[in-house]
Nanobody, 123 residues
Framework: QVQLVESGGGLVQAGGSLRLSCAASGRTFSSYAMGWFRQAPGKEREFVAAISLSGIVTNYADSVKGRFTVSRDNRKNTVYLQMNSLKPEDTAVYYC????????????????WGQGTQVTVSS
């Protein structure tokens, strides 16, 4: 089992920045690829970013490329999502997830999920 707890969400104006953190406990954190997903009201959960076990390989949704950066610190069992140049359309609940496979864009490939943290971007 892996327990994931997100933090760092909040209310920010358009153009601002936030850094989300996801702390993991349980089994070896470095054994899991990590992903970030988001879900806005009335919409399906969508992929945001993913990072490999070592942190060398990253993937991003086209909508966040150049604005968001995913990273991880395996010594701290934590994955981060740095979000810059935020837009109102980034408003959503953000979830981190752990996968025993490779970084994946598909939510069903992830084994463990956090409870989510709300990000609200005002215009």
């Amino acid at each position: 089992q892996v327990q994931l707890v997100e933090s760092g969400g909040g209310l920010v104006q358009a153009g601002g920045s936030l850094r989300l953190s996801c702390a993991a406990s349980g089994r070896t954190f470095s054994s899991y690829a990590m992903g970030w997903f988001r879900q806005a009201p009335g919409k399906e959960r969508e992929f945001v970013a993913a990072i490999s076990l070592s942190g060398i390989v990253t993937n991003y949704a086209d909508s966040v490329k150049g604005r968001f950066t995913v990273s991880r610190d395996n010594r701290k069992n934590t994955v981060y999502l740095q979000m810059n140049s935020l837009k109102p359309e980034d408003t959503a609940v953000y979830y981190c997830a752990a996968s025993s496979g490779v970084p994946n864009l598909t939510a069903r490939k992830y084994d463990y999920w956090g409870q989510g943290t709300q990000v609200t971007v005002s215009s």
